[in-house]
């Protein structure tokens, strides 16, 4: 039976965590609409979800060193961060040249070796520890504390940044490199640049929403509005709104039927999908 809250319990969420919340699903709408768009026009959707995984193993690696070694001042979402560029460092040496099918094999390859080193780190930790890795790796956006704002907010100041200072760049990387590399430019720059921005920019999300619904929250957005988009600000846009719009109702789900609000947004972005598909395909 499904549990609606009363009005009295909906004004009682108005509370510190729910305005964390909402700040916290406008920061990650900014960065599907950055590196959600890049990795989908890429060709590289799969990073997202490598990523994700890959800073599971970095947090299971730094809670380690805290609790065990003792090196207190390795906080888990620095090793989140250094797995999450690794990630993108692998994938970007695997890819030059524009191999696409190459970078997802070597994200792959990290993606499996962090998760196995994040189950064998968890075999050496206190029990007591171990919810910790996996409260990362599901993730809620209504247990964002200031200090996941804090970093949220920084990493998507830089993916804004970026984007405004090299959309031209990021933007013959993405469709033509090897053109870009004949008119001088430094495409191998900026394709590390673009992958490691994109990496810690998910890395940071990963943390609001979780490692399994930080792909729907980014890249099913992504590809939707890629069906229909002419161009990549049109494209960004609307994966802006169609996340936004998809974690808000999140949010005023859980408020009302205290449902998981990551799995409702995660939920309706691949029905928005479904949608626009069959639609488009209605047109043709």
Sequence with gaps: ??????????????EPFLVRALVGALLTSIIAATSGTFSVLRGLSFLVSGVAHAAFGGVALGIFLQEVIGVKWFHPLLGAL?????????????????????????IGVIFAFSMSLAVLIMFYLPAEKIPLI???LF???????????????AMTSLMIGFTIVFHREFTYII?????????????RAYHYLLLVLSALAIAAATKAVGAILVYAVIVIPAATSALVGRSIPSIALRVFLIAICCQYLGLAASAVFQAAPSAVAGVLAALIYLIILLAKRRGQ
Excluded at 1 to 14: D, E, G, K, R, T
């Design 139 to 153: 993730g809620d956006i209504l247990l964002l504390t200031n200090e996941d704002l804090f970093l949220l907010g």
């Design 175 to 187: 469709f033509d490199p090897e053109t870009a590399e004949a008119y001088g430019m430094r495409s």
């Design 82 to 106: 250094l797995f999450a560029a690794i990630v993108a460092v692998g994938a970007g040496y695997a890819g030059e040249g524009g191999f696409t099918a190459r970078m997802e094999a070597a």
């Design 1 to 14: 039976m499904v549990n609606i809250a009363m009005p009295s319990q909906v004004m009682s969420m108005l």
């Design 134 to 136: 996996w409260g990362f």
